[in-house]
Nanobody
């Protein structure tokens, strides 16, 4: 069964950095777009960054210049380097990917379980 697993969330002081990882596993045929989303308490889930299969990256305006998304297709893994963190970046960060399992031609829209990022002094 294909799944996504995030890691790297933590408590960090304002101005600090964190690196999140999202690993896809379980009989993967191919992965199309991959993205990072976040959801703070009482707010809707919002897009942070999306990476197309061709490597094009789009960022939310709120994180441009501070966050860098990347992916390693050989490892089926995506990363989010977060610098100059602010308290308003605090949220549960989710990984999303469109994945085709080895056993089918169909694409599935998958989500990870989320990882908590808290920015506080």
């Amino acid at each position: 069964q294909v799944r996504l697993v995030e890691s790297g969330g933590d408590l960090v002081q304002p101005g600090g950095s964190l690196r999140l990882s999202c690993a896809a596993s379980g009989g993967i045929g191919s992965i199309d777009d991959m993205g990072w989303y976040r959801q703070a308490p009482g707010k809707q889930r919002e897009l942070v960054a999306v990476i197309t299969s061709g490597g094009r990256i789009n960022y939310a305006d709120s994180v441009k210049g501070r966050f860098t998304a990347s992916r390693d297709n050989a490892k089926n893994t995506m990363y989010l380097q977060m610098n100059s963190l602010k308290p308003e970046d605090s949220a549960v960060y989710y990984c999303n990917a469109r994945v085709r399992p080895l056993t089918t031609a169909r694409m599935y829209d998958l989500w990870g379980q989320g990882t908590q990022v808290t920015v506080s002094s």
